[in-house]
Each structure stands twice: as structure tokens, then as C-alpha cells.
């Protein structure tokens, strides 16, 4: 078992860069969710999808956020173009309906530093 | 809109157990009580969920008192892989598959 992968597990880039985060789920599993972590806000919802579909993007900052799930095996957050202000680290998760959706299965986390 | 209420910290001895707090007094009647802990630079974890009657797992106790305002966390032997922060959600179960709201949680530090 696997668990939720998430690569890179480390990113540095400079301001203005475009940023690509990349979530494979746990097989079977058809929900899948971006989280945001920073010392100021803490653990903050950006989107989730259910069966691919993007459910609810309301916790998305703004238009520079964008995240796509093209199949039930892989999604990506994208930031264009990225600001310091980003910096954090950002986990993904999934879940399914075989035990009521009760419990997320959260990734190791993309640690993301905009110079 | 916070809708859970945790002390920021808490300490306790290695071997003993852990109890954690959580006020939940706007609880609805569908909502249930979630646990989750996160570990320094690991993601979080799910611990254990209740509605109304006490559960245990192989990870803690949750004791949820009758008018459900409030609940309690318990690891029953607290050992140094303990410490973290946990965090009391509350949500609807299930919740149609919906996201988590996290609180600032209790960071709690197990002394050896």
C-alpha cells in the first residue's frame, strides 16, 4: 500500500515561475483534496474533487490557483505565476465511500518556497 | 467560524494517559466529532470519529458527553510518538465526501 503520493516532495523557485504540484491517490479512492499549510493560516481546504468532477474551489486564493484531475489516478495544483506569499507546504488526500468517507488518507506534503 | 474549542498546549508523562479536551457547543444533531493529529512535517492522520456514544480503536478512546457540547480524547499509554497536534473536527459524516476545516488544534508534547 502506498498511500497518497505526492511529488516533488521539495520545490524552490523564484517569483514570477510557474509551479506545478503533482497528487496520485490511493487506488479506488474517488475524492480527492489539496490542503494548504502555512504558521499564519494553518490547515485551509484549497479544492476537492469527487469522481474527478471539482466539487467545491472556494478555498482556492486566487485565479493564479488552478487544479485539474484528468483521471481518477492523478491531479495537479498549478500556481502562475507563483509569489512568496505561496510558500507553504501543501498536502493532498483522499477518500472513499467504503467507509462513509469518514477518514482522509493525507499525503507526506510539497514543500514549496517562492523566493 | 470555528466551530471546535482546544487548548493550545498540553504535556504528559510518557506511560500515562493522554487527555485531550474539545468544546463543541454549537454541535449539530447530524454532526459528528472527528480526531486527527499531525505529526511534526508528516501529514495529518485520522484517529477516531463519534457521534454520541463512546468509541475506541486501536489508537484512543473518544468519550462524547450526553448534551454532546464537549468530548474527550484518550491514549491511554502516551509514548514520545504521541506527540503532535491533534485536532477536533467537527462535520457531518461523511459529509458527502467534503473537505476538513482544521482548527489551531493541541499540540501536545509528551514528556519522557
Known amino acids: 500500500d502506498a498511500g497518497v503520493i505526492q511529488s516533488p516532495r521539495h520545490e524552490v523557485t523564484e517569483m514570477g515561475q510557474e509551479v506545478t504540484l503533482r497528487c496520485k491517490p490511493i487506488s479506488g479512492h474517488n475524492s480527492l483534496f489539496w490542503y494548504r499549510q502555512t504558521m499564519m493560516r494553518g490547515l485551509e481546504l484549497l479544492i476537492y474533487f469527487n469522481n474527478n468532477v471539482p466539487i467545491d474551489d472556494s478555498g482556492m486564493p486566487e485565479d493564479r490557483f488552478s487544479a485539474k484531475m484528468p483521471n481518477a489516478s492523478f491531479s495537479t495544483l498549478k500556481i502562475q505565476p507563483s509569489e512568496p506569499r505561496d510558500s507553504a507546504v501543501y498536502f493532498c488526500?483522499?477518500?472513499?465511500?467504503?467507509?462513509?468517507?469518514?477518514?482522509?488518507?493525507f499525503g507526506p506534503g510539497t514543500r514549496l518556497t517562492v523566493l | 467560524d470555528a466551530k471546535t474549542t482546544q487548548p493550545p498546549s498540553m504535556d504528559c508523562a510518557e506511560g500515562r494517559a493522554a487527555n485531550l479536551p474539545c468544546n463543541h457547543s454549537t454541535i449539530s444533531g447530524n454532526e459528528y466529532v472527528y480526531w486527527y493529529r499531525q505529526i511534526h512535517s508528516q501529514g495529518p492522520q485520522y484517529i477516531i470519529h463519534g457521534l454520541k456514544n463512546n468509541e475506541t480503536n486501536e489508537m484512543a478512546s473518544l468519550i462524547i458527553t450526553e448534551d454532546r457540547k464537549s468530548s474527550t480524547l484518550i491514549l491511554p499509554h502516551a509514548t514520545l510518538r504521541d506527540t503532535a497536534v491533534y485536532y477536533c473536527i467537527v462535520r457531518v459524516r461523511g459529509g458527502g465526501a467534503d473537505g476538513l476545516t482544521f482548527g489551531k488544534g493541541t499540540h501536545l508534547i509528551i514528556q519522557p
Open positions: 488526500a483522499s477518500s472513499f465511500p467504503g467507509l462513509g468517507y469518514n477518514e482522509q488518507f
